[in-house]
């Protein structure tokens, strides 16, 4: 029977709370399509509700940038990134499967096991550790306890949302945003006290590169945070009705991502003049006082829903390269191997793997160019058909993915990074980081170029016909 077989008329999961989900990569029939597009404002909005976010925004006044420049800079980066995430996530409604089965219209059937593996299975485990680790730091500023438990106790209750499915993260995350608003409203308010809007240019900073260099790599870190959830995109928008408005899933989709990015990103700039000297959380402390504990509990609750989905998605990557577990043991698998890398990172979340998933975020930028260019110029034309030929092993590599390998070493060549630096980036020093413009770019360039050759699984299945028939 195939994946994309519709079902019974009855659904066996719904709108159900009361039982794990039963889907994993497989198409949603149509039976099992629920929901609303404004759901996935809730859902990314406390996805984003999180302290990395704010520590981000603390790199303003490293790079020398004025509070204008600073807050300009998240809103561009941020809006970019939300636009491309609501338009996957559309996607996700109109085919009815996760963004990892997805890319295998343009990559293939088997080549998609490289972007995947590496882009998905690696982020999932290295955000859900990043987070993590500040939600531990946190919680031991409340309650005395090992960091070892502390952590194993978090990643029980991310693993159970996780296990339980899309219903339930859905339902968190609508929670949450309320719960989160409010927590971090009284953060906004504390933090306020401390905003020096006179902070102007200050060519003394430590990464200072320019005004120009400066914003455009700035704005890039918020791109590039935003990009690295674009894989993930439509794992939480397929079960939407297929006659959704594709509209209005970006919309919801996009806003949800830049209010919260905005917020969070934007106190950083304005409290960076003095927080960006500061660790994490004894920055977020002092900018909160006496009202520190607030904030301690407001880091460890937001870390639940946006790690719960980051396990979730890791799972469905694990189904989609074809390691031989269900769902739910994959879950479990993303969970252990990311509390392990928890513990190995403990007070450092931002050293050196940090700069390892900025790396990632370089690589998923011709990733989703890939995608969204194969879905608008083919895809979308196959209707149904364009769903059943991403469960179809014969189109084993396809030209997306010698599109998106030429993408990655044409932006490797930019790379501003402390474990790579490219050949070219000193020559473009002076317009910042242009890596992920480049990527872009020229994965546009060989995709477009590729696209009117016939399939190459095709043309590598004639040819090893021709060489078995003359043998």
């Avoid at 949450?176 to 902070?199: E, Y």
Wanted: with cysteine.
């Amino acid at each position: 029977m195939s994946d994309t077989t519709p079902g019974t008329a009855e659904p066996q999961y719904g709108t159900s709370l009361t039982r794990t989900e039963p889907f994993a990569t497989e198409h949603i029939p149509v039976a099992e399509r629920h929901g609303h597009p404004r759901h996935q404002f809730t859902l990314w909005f406390a996805a984003n509700m999180v302290l990395a976010v704010m520590v981000s925004g603390f790199f303003s006044s490293l790079f020398g940038l004025s509070v204008l420049q600073g807050l300009s800079a998240v809103a561009v980066g941020t809006l970019l990134g939300a636009i491309v995430m609501g338009v996957l996530a559309g996607i996700g409604t109109k085919m009815g499967v996760p963004q990892q089965v997805q890319a295998r219209g343009p990559m293939g059937y088997f080549a998609n096991f490289v972007p995947i593996a590496v882009l998905t299975v690696i982020s999932a485990i290295g955000w859900t550790a990043v987070n993590t680790v500040f939600a531990v730091i946190a919680l031991q500023m409340l309650v005395d306890v090992p960091f070892w438990l502390a952590a194993a106790v978090i990643f029980v209750v991310q693993a159970v949302f996780a296990i339980w499915g899309h219903n339930l993260i859905h339902l968190i995350n609508k929670i949450a945003t309320v719960v989160l608003a409010i927590l971090f409203a009284v953060i906004t308010v504390l933090s306020m006290q401390q905003v020096d809007f006179a902070v102007g240019v200050n060519p003394e900073a430590p990464y200072y590169m320019g005004e120009v260099a400066g914003w455009i790599t700035f704005a890039g870190f918020f791109f590039a945070y935003v990009m690295t959830w674009t894989p993930f995109a439509s794992d939480f928008s397929r079960y939407l009705p297929q006659t959704t408005s594709h509209g209005k899933v970006t919309f919801f989709t996009a806003t949800g991502t830049f209010v919260a990015m905005m917020w969070l990103g934007g106190i950083g700039v304005l409290v960076s003049s003095f927080a960006g000297e500061l660790d994490a959380i004894p920055a977020l402390a002092e900018l909160t006082g006496s009202w520190a504990p607030v904030a301690m509990l407001t880091v460890v609750v937001s870390t639940l829903p946006v790690s719960a989905m980051n396990l979730y998605g890791g799972s469905l990557s694990l189904l989609t390269i074809r390691i031989p577990v269900n769902r739910i043991v994959g879950v479990v698998l993303i969970a252990l191997i990311s509390l392990g890398v928890t513990l190995l990172m403990q007070t450092n979340p931002y050293g050196s793997f940090y700069d390892f998933l900025n790396i990632l975020a370089y690589l998923v930028v011709p990733f989703s160019t890939v995608l969204l260019l194969d879905y608008y110029l083919r895809m979308r034309s196959l209707g149904h058909l364009a769903t059943e030929e991403l469960f179809d092993t014969r189109r084993s590599v396809e030209w997306g993915f010698v599109a998106w390998v030429v993408g990655c070493a044409f932006s490797a060549l930019f790379w501003t990074s402390t474990l790579f630096t490219g050949p070219l980036a000193s020559a473009f020093a002076g317009f910042g980081d242009v890596s992920f413009v480049a990527g872009a770019l020229a994965a546009t360039i060989a995709y477009v170029a590729l696209r009117p050759l016939p399939p190459l699984s095709s043309l590598l299945r004639g040819g090893r016909d021709r060489v078995e028939a003359s043998a």
